[in-house]
């Protein structure tokens, strides 16, 4: 089964709108469950979501189970692994004094995922794309600045902070993870699509809550227990969790990690929306400006599509 070259577009706005949702369930269960219970929540929970959607694909889509091989098993690992540590050291940003700053350091996985798609896969950027990237920056830096004030300054001096240094690192894992997973699903060749997708999405989810549920159970059991209490609660949390990763695995076993990515920052779009919608707030001259020069690299990345 071969895809339509756009279709990696509806599918990939789909991935960021269920991710919005998720993300808005799993701040709920942050308070009770802690950040690294709330973060279990996507993995356990959205397990049984992510076999059914396989075994939706193999039923009913009539596709064969792929046969994994070692190059697969390592592209997972790369990218369950590269995505827990990015996710562990955002977290350590985030409890650092200048946070901000090195949350927005940790936007450089665009960059990023465009160099480590290019030299381990072959992923070309072009002219367009790389526009794309530069715009899609430039424009969340604006929407969330580390100095509101100075926001330039700020990125060009801070660069050898801890924190900058941590949100670096964190974009590098990200990066990877996805790069990762395209390479995963890449490694099952003759295997359609939707098949190689939704195969790397379940042993990664596999891998990732045998991973994250036993360091738990080893060092904070009385958290895994309080996930385990907690399933209705997170049942909601697993379901868009899994949503949006068939999103984001199905569009990246169609398309270029970095087009996929740049699109992706379109979820911004979308909390910033909830946030004003919701919660009745209002945007800055500097916040307006930033979802201009967004938008502009999103029609860009699209196009390029």
Request: hydrophobic fraction near 60%.
């Amino acid at each position: 089964m071969s895809a339509a070259p756009w279709l990696w577009i509806p599918i990939t706005l789909w991935a960021a709108f269920a991710q919005t949702l998720r993300n808005a369930a799993q701040r709920h269960l942050t308070a009770s469950l802690g950040t690294l219970g709330a973060t279990l929540v996507r993995f356990l929970y959205g397990l049984p979501f992510a076999a059914l959607w396989l075994i939706g694909v193999h039923v009913v889509g009539g596709y064969a189970l792929p046969t994994p091989t070692a190059a697969f098993a390592g592209w997972v690992l790369l990218g369950a692994v590269s995505q827990i540590t990015a996710t562990a050291l955002l977290l350590r940003v985030m409890a650092e004094r200048n946070f901000t700053l090195g949350v927005a350091y940790s936007k450089s996985e665009l960059i990023q995922v465009a160099l480590f798609g290019f030299v381990f896969l072959g992923d070309r950027v072009g002219v367009l794309t790389a526009a794309a990237i530069a715009l899609g920056t430039l424009g969340v830096l604006m929407i969330s600045p580390a100095d509101r004030q100075r926001p330039l300054r700020a990125l060009l001096i801070g660069w050898t902070t801890r924190s900058a240094l941590l949100g670096l690192a964190s974009g590098t894992g990200f990066a990877l993870s996805a790069v990762g997973y395209r390479g995963a699903a890449l490694a099952l060749e003759g295997s359609p699509f939707l098949m190689a997708a939704a195969y790397t999405l379940l042993a990664a989810q596999v891998l990732q809550t045998l991973l994250l549920g036993g360091g738990l159970l080893l060092h904070k059991p009385q958290v895994l227990s309080a996930v385990l209490r907690a399933w209705r609660a997170s049942l909601f949390a697993g379901f868009m969790g899994a949503a949006a990763s068939i999103g984001w695995f199905t569009a990246m076993a169609i398309e270029p990690v970095a087009h996929v990515r740049t699109l992706a920052l379109v979820e911004l779009v979308f909390t910033l929306i909830i946030s004003q919608r919701v919660f009745r707030e209002r945007f800055t001259r500097l916040e307006l400006a930033g979802i201009a020069v967004l938008a502009c690299g999103l029609v860009v990345v699209t196009l390029q599509g």
